[in-house]
């Protein structure tokens, strides 16, 4: 094994604090990998990593290594792709929650696939937060306002959002027309994977009459929390809970589009409407020059921008 394939095999072991999970990742034996640091170490004449029967983490000089080698293996990958014909090769692993995937992400890639044929794409779906390092999670694809984090966020997409419920729940609650009318009411609860708390219905208001043209208003938001008999995290769960008649919801528009179009679901407060959900690609600073994960990027922006 040359220098940059056992650097590339480092630095998995590291992310995945693991030399069996490496070795299934780059679908060596296991020994193949345990001889390939043992040669790092003996070249490099230091420790890289701390083992025990049950961890594997990195010592200092093997934390300040694995940063060298991320610099090194993406400058590589950078010069390749300087010829007109270089691509972008090897494996990718994006993590996506499902409904962006299977509305927005599945349906183009055979056309990323056919342009780019020598990466090999991984994908798996989540709401929760990811730690994308320890999973060797290159980047992930995720809904709604971003906390402070450490990681690199480019917004590739607004999308619209509608506050609607079933009719069975309007015939027994009543359909509010302003937002000082959900008193009363009740929702589903989305909880925050970030904070764990309940996330409040929005609406923009305005001091002046909703008939006027949206260009003379100054709008404003008015947070609004209603008690929850269900509280879920996933996005299938929430919507199948507002077809039921469990509460008020407000989700991205594409999502319950068919229910609109038949009838299942309702959409109420239409001159309130909620501020856009905005969707953030987001990586660690270490892939921040990564070919795969820059042109991935780039892609998704497409995507969103013509959907």
């Given at each position: 094994?040359?220098?940059?394939?056992?650097?590339?095999?480092?630095?998995?072991?590291?992310?995945?604090?693991?030399?069996?999970?490496?070795?299934?990742?780059?679908?060596?034996?296991?020994?193949?990998?345990?001889?390939?640091?043992?040669?790092?170490?003996?070249?490099?004449?230091?420790?890289?990593?701390?083992?025990?029967?049950?961890?594997?983490?990195?010592?200092?000089?093997?934390?300040?290594?694995?940063?060298?080698?991320?610099?090194?293996?993406?400058?590589?990958?950078?010069?390749?792709?300087?010829?007109?014909?270089?691509?972008?090769?090897?494996?990718?692993?994006?993590?996506?929650?499902?409904?962006?995937?299977?509305?927005?992400?599945?349906?183009?890639?055979?056309?990323?696939?056919?342009?780019?044929?020598?990466?090999?794409?991984?994908?798996?779906?989540?709401?929760?937060?990811?730690?994308?390092?320890?999973?060797?999670?290159?980047?992930?694809?995720?809904?709604?306002?971003?906390?402070?984090?450490?990681?690199?966020?480019?917004?590739?997409?607004?999308?619209?959002?509608?506050?609607?419920?079933?009719?069975?729940?309007?015939?027994?609650?009543?359909?509010?027309?302003?937002?000082?009318?959900?008193?009363?009411?009740?929702?589903?609860?989305?909880?925050?994977?970030?904070?764990?708390?309940?996330?409040?219905?929005?609406?923009?208001?305005?001091?002046?009459?909703?008939?006027?043209?949206?260009?003379?208003?100054?709008?404003?938001?008015?947070?609004?929390?209603?008690?929850?008999?269900?509280?879920?995290?996933?996005?299938?769960?929430?919507?199948?809970?507002?077809?039921?008649?469990?509460?008020i919801v407000q989700?991205?528009r594409y999502h319950?589009?068919?229910?609109?179009?038949?009838?299942?679901?309702?959409?109420?407060?239409?001159?309130?409407?909620?501020?856009?959900?905005?969707?953030?690609?987001?990586?660690?600073?270490?892939?921040?020059?990564?070919?795969?994960?820059?042109?991935?990027?780039?892609?998704?922006?497409?995507?969103?921008?013509?959907?």
């Amino acid at each position: 094994m040359d220098r940059i394939d056992a650097m590339r095999v480092f630095i998995r072991v590291v992310e995945q604090r693991s030399f069996t999970q490496t070795a299934q990742d780059l679908n060596l034996p296991r020994s193949t990998v345990t001889d390939a640091i043992k040669q790092l170490e003996k070249r490099l004449n230091v420790r890289l990593l701390q083992r025990t029967t049950r961890h594997v983490s990195p010592t200092l000089d093997g934390e300040a290594y694995y940063q060298r080698c991320l610099q090194i293996i993406a400058d590589i990958e950078d010069a390749e792709m300087a010829f007109a014909d270089a691509k972008p090769r090897g494996l990718l692993r994006i993590d996506v929650q499902g409904t962006l995937a299977r509305h927005f992400v599945l349906p183009q890639l055979p056309d990323f696939i056919a342009q780019y044929p020598d990466i090999e794409l991984f994908i798996s779906e989540g709401d929760r937060l990811v730690d994308l390092i320890r999973e060797g999670i290159d980047g992930v694809l995720r809904v709604g306002t971003l906390q402070d984090s450490d990681m690199v966020a480019r917004r590739v997409a607004l999308l619209p959002q509608v506050t609607c419920a079933a009719p069975r729940y309007l015939q027994h609650y009543g359909t509010p027309c302003t937002p000082h009318e959900l008193a009363g009411h009740r929702m589903v609860g989305f909880r925050s994977s970030a904070s764990g708390g309940l996330m409040p219905l929005e609406f923009a208001v305005s001091p002046t009459p909703p008939r006027l043209s949206p260009d003379c208003q100054k709008t404003s938001i008015q947070a609004v929390k209603l008690p929850a008999v269900l509280s879920v995290s996933g996005a299938e769960s929430f919507v199948a809970a507002a077809r039921l008649g469990l509460g008020i919801v407000q989700v991205p528009r594409y999502h319950v589009e068919p229910d609109l179009y038949a009838g299942t679901l309702i959409e109420v407060l239409p001159e309130y409407t909620p501020p856009p959900m905005p969707v953030s690609f987001l990586y660690p600073h270490n892939r921040q020059l990564s070919p795969r994960v820059r042109i991935f990027s780039d892609w998704l922006r497409q995507i969103f921008r013509t959907a």
